[in-house]
């Protein structure tokens, strides 16, 4: 019988909403795993978003399933965790319904918004105190975008949201719920420092701390669902439903990446680079190296990285456009590749750039095609042009990082293709380990509830086993390091025209 307590994690993904049970070691129990698909709205002028009430349903429907499918287990829930893909925002009235759809992270309209808004402010000192340089991913351009484009939606916005402060604003019928500073940290507008709206982003954007929720740890709960919920789900009437956390911390949560040893990779829709640091509370959190950002976990706890745009969608674009076979079936192909060899230069931008370069018009390159190139060649280049990015990140990483330092790979897009790994271990010129555990973002998230219960006395009580560790091959270091010249050059070349 797996230990209780029992969480039911949820998992608010950019493509679906994860919900499940886990034990009180943070086990999943199987067969109560639901998953429901969510779909954005893209265009080419930047568009990426939804409506929150189709996130909502995902969410209630994903949650529904789970109870269903864990029986009289659901009358062991001691708690709900939840994380939610990060940089999500939705303007809502007074009466809190929703007046705009969920712009998430990748709409790139705010661009021209986002250069205007450099030039009124100090940059460097904007980016430490919030550990983010301003970039059509955050918040204050999307504020002052929708302020030029649409002035009579933007007259009706009365506050500004992330999906689950949104979510718990509808389930517990309050409209004062607060948002944790983890999912606020993605919003560019926290002051790490003082766990505060930023005064000074505000002032420059418009807005009052009053049009943004209040801000609370994330073990702070919500409970007492309102009772059209009670009804719906009546064990988790009186259960705390726990703040959510960044998707990105949950997985480092998860995969067991909680020091300064272990640095989480992770490669799904996107990419990441993440490593936690510790700092005590009354000290002020680590200076973000340029080109990455900081956001607060909690108040004595950073994670500092970068983030890409570029990850499993650069795959799915080369599979989708050159009518190449799914990844399953091009491992063995790829294996057999030879590093580089191709000549092409890649920048993948696809969804534009966020590190290490911030640009807010990035868009896609491959240079270097001729008539002998071949759709495996154009994937191979695609993918290390990936594990290049991430070379980046690291080098910023350095200084934080253990000097034993080891990788642990997440994300579906990555541990599937044991070549994509093997040569971002050889890029890297570091091991990186892949834990046995699939979920590791909704592991996170039960992890936070069963640290958040006292159950687990730290955040590392059980680690994750690990099922493969993939070690760098020293030959190929010096042709990968001029590869990732080359790109640095054509990064360069191609930010002047712009």
């Not at 418009?206 to 801000?215: D, K, T, V």
């Amino acid at each position: 019988m797996p230990p209780k307590p029992y969480i039911l994690a949820v998992d608010i993904g950019s493509s679906a909403v994860k919900a499940g049970l886990y034990d009180a070691e943070a086990r999943a129990l199987q067969q109560t795993q639901a998953s429901i698909p969510h779909h954005q709205r893209t265009a080419a002028d930047g568009t990426h978003e939804e409506d929150a009430e189709t996130i909502q349903h995902a969410t209630e429907a994903a949650i529904d399933q789970a109870l269903e499918l864990a029986g009289e287990d659901a009358n062991h829930i001691a708690a709900v965790g939840f994380d939610a893909m990060a940089s999500t925002i939705l303007g809502v009235d007074n009466r809190h319904n929703p007046v705009t759809p969920v712009y998430t992270y990748a709409d790139t309209r705010t661009a021209e918004d986002v250069n205007r808004l450099q030039a009124t402010i100090d940059i460097d000192d904007a980016y430490q105190r919030t550990g983010v340089m301003q970039h059509t991913s955050y918040v204050p351009g999307r504020v002052l975008w929708l302020r030029r484009t649409d002035p009579e939606t933007y007259s009706r916005v009365a506050k500004w949201t992330d999906i689950t402060t949104f979510l718990f604003t509808r389930w517990f019928g309050s409209t004062n719920i607060p948002a944790s500073y983890s999912v606020s940290a993605w919003s560019g507008i926290l002051n790490r420092h003082t766990l505060t709206w930023d005064t000074d982003l505000l002032n420059a954007i418009g807005l009052q701390p009053s049009n943004l929720p209040p801000l609370a740890p994330y073990n702070e709960a919500q409970t007492g669902l309102c009772p059209v919920y009670s009804l719906r789900w009546p064990q988790l009437a009186d259960v705390p439903f726990f703040l959510a956390v960044g998707d990105g911390a949950a997985v480092n949560i998860g995969s067991g990446c909680t020091d300064r040893r272990n640095v989480a990779l992770t490669v799904g829709t996107t990419a990441a680079m993440r490593l936690v640091v510790d700092h005590p509370d009354d000290d002020p959190p680590p200076p973000v190296p340029k080109g990455l950002w900081g956001y607060i976990l909690r108040g004595d706890r950073t994670l500092l990285g970068g983030a890409f745009s570029e990850g499993g969608n650069v795959v799915e674009w080369a599979l989708n456009s050159l009518n190449l076979p799914p990844l399953d079936d091009l491992n063995e192909a790829l294996s057999k590749t030879t590093p580089d060899e191709h000549g092409l230069t890649v920048l993948p931008f696809i969804a534009g750039e966020r590190a290490t370069g911030w640009s807010t018009n990035a868009t896609g390159v491959i240079q270097g095609i001729r008539v002998s190139t071949t759709g495996l060649d154009i994937l191979q280049a695609l993918m290390e042009s990936v594990a290049y990015r991430f070379s980046l990140v690291a080098d910023l990483l350095k200084p934080e990082m253990a000097a034993d330092h080891i990788f642990i790979a997440g994300g579906g897009a990555i541990t599937n293709s044991p070549w994509w790994l093997q040569t971002t271990a050889d890029v890297l010129q570091a091991e990186i380990h892949v834990p046995t555990e699939e979920q590791a973002t909704s592991r996170g998230a039960a992890i936070l509830a069963l640290h958040a219960l006292g159950v687990w006395q730290t955040l590392n009580d059980l680690m994750p086993d690990i099922a493969k560790i993939y070690r760098p091959n020293k030959e190929n270091r010096n042709i990968y390091q001029s590869a990732i010249d080359r790109q640095n050059n054509l990064y360069q070349a191609t930010i002047a025209n712009l």
